[in-house]
């Protein structure tokens, strides 16, 4: 079945931590990785993406994350966090083919609380 | 230029009730996917309407439904509320269906079924 697995449920971290989120994936054929960030109040974004190439992206506001294939593995991370940072993660994926793009599947989402 | 719009923004329904939700994508954008999200969830998948017509469709009963009009802007119809399909309802737009295309999400809309 396919699925998206995301390691921590809470994650609370003091200003200019290091921060890395774990994503796993179980889902056959070439796939697209995604990370959004939900803001509180605010709508899902796009941090970054990624498709092909460099498995190194990197996404707004200093993210960036590693694609690693034979882990099956898409972690999140941030050198420096700040308070702004204070959101739920989300890492999603979906089918490369045609036409068969628009079924995003999601993990359950990781809440990082930044202390000042 | 407007993003993803939705409405209403909240919503109380009741058990066995039916109720419309609308999306009006993003501008330049002709695809629309549907998404419910759980309190503490991830977003789950319900279908995606390209060309006026449903094109994917996640593993949600047939009491879900919806359409897509010719501005792009589309509609989710759920029938016979159960008290678990409280949740927040996503609205997402694109342009074309590759998946490498970003999709861009709405504020959504908050369903409560008492």
């Known amino acids: 079945a396919q699925s998206v697995s995301q390691h921590n449920h809470h994650v609370i971290l003091s200003e200019a931590a290091s921060l890395e989120l774990g994503c796993n994936y179980s889902y056959g054929g070439t796939v697209n990785l995604f990370w959004y960030v939900q803001y509180p109040g605010q709508h899902l974004q796009l941090l970054l993406k990624y498709f092909s190439g460099d498995p190194l992206v990197k996404g707004i506001k200093g993210f960036e994350a590693e694609f690693i294939k034979s882990k099956f593995s898409f972690n999140l991370r941030k050198p420096s966090v700040q308070w702004s940072d204070t959101a739920e993660y989300f890492c999603a994926v979906n089918h490369r083919l045609y036409n068969q793009g628009g079924k995003l599947i999601f993990g359950q989402g990781t809440e990082l609380s930044v202390k000042p | 230029d407007a993003g993803v719009t939705q409405s209403p923004t909240h919503l109380i329904k009741t058990r066995g009730q039916q109720v419309t939700l609308r999306c009006s994508p993003k501008?330049?954008?002709?695809?629309v996917s549907w998404y419910q999200q759980a309190l503490g969830q991830g977003p789950q998948f319900i279908f995606q309407?390209?060309?006026?017509?449903?094109?994917q469709r996640g593993n949600f009963p047939d009491r879900f439904s919806g359409h897509q009009f010719p501005n792009y802007s589309s509609e989710l119809n759920v029938n016979a509320l159960l008290l678990g399909d409280s949740a927040l309802y996503l609205c997402?737009?694109?342009?074309?269906?590759?998946?490498?295309?970003?999709?861009?999400f709405g504020p959504g809309t908050r369903l409560t079924v008492l």
């Open positions: 309407y390209y060309e006026e017509e449903e094109r």
């Open positions: 501008s330049g954008h002709d695809t």
């Open positions: 997402a737009s694109r342009f074309g269906t590759s998946g490498t295309d970003t999709q861009y």
